[in-house]
């Protein structure tokens, strides 16, 4: 059993995990879990087991001088990068930050251009975790995957609404890597006209967004006569900002950052119904 904070580890995988995503437009992207046992100086703050999370990819690669200024604030490979992607440059800094807050690290150990990256997650794993924002330090499992879990959505289909680059990436990897067919939009008016046009077994629908926001896309959805499964994705996890999401029509609510199981659970909860 991993011991160590459940929702500082999950937000650091979603930013390396999402980064290899979002710069690998072909190939492949890897996650390798393991355990280091420590010994001597390096169990001195009481846990003598680090998880470690190797991800590689076979993306865009990184120059070589560049490898230590993409874990500064606002930085990213280049402006043509910043063009083509988007985002603030802020994610790997404070991944690093979370990392090390956790007793561990974040390191590129290698990466060349046109061929990929790798980086190393460590966080400390044994009853020496630190605790952050006073909540003591819980069990979050052990990371095996489950081969059977591989059809678990064969034949949905699923459409995915969200202005965030990394989380439409993301949700996209999860829900193909168990055999949806998956749709993207970027905003309520498109979700909308994709929606109206074809009947989707879940929408994923992102509240805060420009032009059209989730709650109105799923109204004027309603309004329409759509009936099927919208599941709210939102990071404002009260229970006020849940019943304005049932009052507009979903049906559902799933809160960021995204836990790739209960995403699962969520589609097969409401698929076909």
């Not at 006073?134 to 069990?139: D, F, L, N, Y």
């Not at 979700?191 to 879940?202: C, E």
Request: positive net charge.
């Amino acid at each position: 059993t991993i011991w160590s904070d459940p929702l500082r580890f999950r937000q650091i995988l979603l930013n390396v995990v999402g980064n290899a995503v979002k710069f690998t437009n072909q190939g492949h992207v890897g996650v390798h879990v393991g355990v280091a046992h420590l010994s001597g100086a390096e169990a001195a703050n009481g846990s003598k087991v680090k998880l470690v999370i190797r991800v590689t990819d076979t993306g865009s690669g990184i120059e070589v001088d560049k490898h230590t200024k993409i874990f500064e604030p606002f930085s990213q490979e280049s402006a043509a990068t910043a063009r083509r992607y988007g985002g603030t440059g802020l994610g790997l800094t404070l991944s690093r930050q979370l990392a090390r807050l956790l007793g561990g690290d974040i390191d590129l150990i290698e990466s060349e251009p046109g061929k990929g990256s790798t980086f190393a997650i460590t966080v400390a794993a044994g009853a020496g975790a630190k605790e952050l924002g006073g909540k003591k330090a819980e069990s979050i499992g052990v990371i095996q995957p489950d081969p059977r879990d591989k059809a678990a959505l064969q034949g949905l289909s699923l459409l995915v609404v969200d202005d965030g680059d990394d989380n439409r990436y993301l949700m996209d990897l999860i829900l193909k890597s168990r055999g949806a067919a998956v749709d993207l939009a970027r905003d309520g008016d498109e979700a909308v006209s994709m929606a109206m046009a074809k009947i989707y077994d879940v929408i994923f629908m992102d509240i805060q967004m420009p032009k059209l926001d989730g709650r109105a896309a799923t109204e004027q959805l309603r309004q329409r006569g759509y009936k099927g499964p919208i599941v709210a994705l939102t990071a404002h996890a009260t229970s006020e900002e849940r019943v304005r999401c049932m009052k507009s029509g979903m049906n559902e609510y799933c809160t960021k950052p995204i836990s790739p199981d209960e995403v699962i659970r969520v589609v097969l909860r409401w698929a076909r119904r």
